[in-house]
């Protein structure tokens, strides 16, 4: 297996000292595989069909006049209100 050095400032170095039970190469390893996995996983987005849809969406709601989302979400807060405290209806 190869081998990676990384640095680390002093204070980390002497922790990493005092915790001597725990594995750092697997802690170092375990780290970088889970990176390699959050890259890959958003690498194939398109970001041309990303663009497109936000802008679809941003033309949608330009589409609803007279809507007020705050005043939705009163009226929506003020209705689970009256129906108890946990909005069973009781």
């Known amino acids: 297996m190869p081998v990676v050095t990384v640095r680390v400032d002093e204070d980390v170095k002497r922790k990493m000292e005092e ?4 594995n750092w190469s697997e802690v170092t390893r375990t780290a970088i595989e889970e990176k390699i996995r959050e890259v890959e996983l958003w690498k194939p987005i ?3 069909a990303l663009r497109k849809a936000s802008q679809t969406t941003d033309a949608l ?4 006049e007279g809507w ?3 005043a939705e979400i ?3 807060r ?3 209100g009256k129906k108890g ?3 069973s209806g009781d």
Request: proline share 0%; net charge positive; hydrophobic share 25%.
């Open 85 to 87: 405290s946990h909005g």
């Open 78 to 80: 003020s209705n689970v």
């Open 74 to 76: 009163r009226r929506w």
């Open 61 to 64: 709601r330009r589409k609803v």
């Open 68 to 70: 007020d989302s705050a």
């Open 46 to 48: 398109d970001n041309e």
């Open 19 to 22: 915790l001597r039970e725990v």
